[in-house]
T-cell receptor
Framework: NAGVTQTPKFRVLKTGQSMTLLCAQD?????MYWYRQDPGMGLRLIHY???????AKGEVPDGYNVSRLKKQNFLLGLESAAPSQTSVYFC???????????FGNGTRLTVT | QQQVKQSPQSLIVQKGGISIINCAYE??????FPWYQQFPGKGPALLIA?????SEKKEGRFTISFNKSAKQFSLHIMDSQPGDSATYFC?????????FGTGTRLKVLA
């Protein structure tokens, strides 16, 4: 079992470029989440999904879109990257709403 | 009402000492309080968790103390080891919505 896999691990974008971050989990989890981690701010929820085909906004959704077309995948898109989106992005999944979160190893994104 | 306040921001402890990290929450509806450990370049991993119907939970050298009336909970690491050097996050959860503290960077000196 790989757990939660995030690709890519690192990415540098220029302002205005777009990209998609991929999260894949092989644990048959229903719930999936995207967080961003910034120094001194902990982990902040961007978007989440409670099942295949569903998505919902979290605490800091502006500038991001997500899709959950397959149960095992959760995609995070940046349509027009901004320097304020420079961060480390973590995907997480959980079996149910009351189960522990399992995190991937993150994607470090720099927007110049 | 959704904040979780964590302190200290950083902590240096001698090998064999006790590391203590504190968190406070406001929303009394939270029903699950996990602690996550994160090493550089890795994602956070669940360390230990507690529900508000118990006041303490111990797993090896790690203990959570929970004070429901004060809306505070803390992580105690006994006999701290250099391998415990990491960033620790507390969190409070209601169903699937987690609110994380801002993290404590722990360094254990050999």
């Amino acid at each position: 079992n790989a757990g939660v896999t995030q690709t890519p691990k690192f990415r540098v974008l220029k302002t205005g470029q777009s990209m998609t971050l991929l999260c894949a989990q092989d644990m048959n989890h229903e719930y999936m989440y995207w967080y961003r981690q910034d120094p001194g701010m902990g982990l902040r929820l961007i978007h989440y999904s409670v099942g295949e085909g569903t998505t919902a906004k979290g605490e800091v959704p502006d500038g991001y879109n997500v899709s959950r077309l397959k149960k095992q995948n959760f995609l995070l898109g940046l349509e027009s990257a901004a320097p304020s989106q420079t961060s480390v992005y973590f995907c997480a999944s959980s079996y149910s709403g009351e189960s522990p979160l399992h995190f991937g190893n993150g994607t470090r994104l720099t927007v110049t | 009402q959704q904040q979780v306040k964590q302190s200290p921001q950083s902590l240096i402890v001698q090998k064999g000492g006790i590391s203590i990290i504190n968190c406070a929450y406001e929303n009394t509806a939270f029903d699950y309080f996990p602690w996550y450990q994160q090493f550089p370049g890795k994602g956070p991993a669940l360390l230990i968790a507690i529900r508000p119907d118990v006041s303490e939970k111990k797993e090896g050298r790690f203990t959570i103390s929970f004070n429901k009336s004060a809306k505070q909970f803390s992580l105690h690491i006994m006999d701290s080891q250099p391998g415990d050097s990491a960033t620790y996050f507390c969190a409070a959860s209601l169903v699937y919505k987690y609110i994380f503290g801002t993290g404590t960077r722990l360094k254990v000196l050999a």
